[in-house]
Every structure is written in structure tokens, then in C-alpha cells.
């Protein structure tokens, strides 16, 4: 349980993704830094959980189907 308690969140998935990009070989960071247009990994990790919690998102997405 503390274990999923201490990836929720905003500092949780940065923290994440930042360690992650310390194991990408060159031609990943360099691929992925020309898709992220120069932003980190860590700072767009959360750019899904911020747009779900946006009540217009909300108003145009598809139901939940699970």
C-alpha cells in the first residue's frame, strides 16, 4: 500500500519519468527531446492526468467504457 501511495500525484509521476530519462540512450532522449519540443519528460508526464481533470475536457470525452 505505501508503494502506491507514494507514486500518486504530480510529484509521483515526475519523479518517475525524471528517473527514467536517466536510463534513455542518446538516440531516445534526442528522438524524444524533438517530439516533446525540448520539454522534459518529467514535465509532460502529467499533461494527461491535467487535461482528464479539466471539466471541458469532461463535457467532449467519450464515456467510460470499462
Known amino acids: 500500500m505505501l ?3 507514494t ?3 504530480k510529484t509521483g509521476h515526475r519523479t518517475t519519468r525524471a ?3 536517466q536510463y534513455l540512450n542518446k538516440k531516445a532522449r534526442k528522438a524524444i527531446a524533438q ?5 522534459s519528460l518529467a514535465l509532460v ?6 487535461i482528464k481533470s479539466d ?3 469532461r463535457a467532449y470525452a ?3 467504457t470499462t
Do not use: M, W
Not at 45 to 50: E, F, K, M, N, Q
Open 7 to 9: 507514486i500518486r500525484g
Open 45 to 50: 508526464s502529467t499533461y494527461a492526468d491535467d
Open 19 to 21: 528517473i527514467a530519462d
Open 62 to 64: 467519450c464515456p467510460d
Open 35 to 39: 517530439l516533446l519540443d525540448g520539454e
Open 55 to 57: 471539466t471541458l475536457y
Open 3 to 5: 508503494y502506491k501511495q
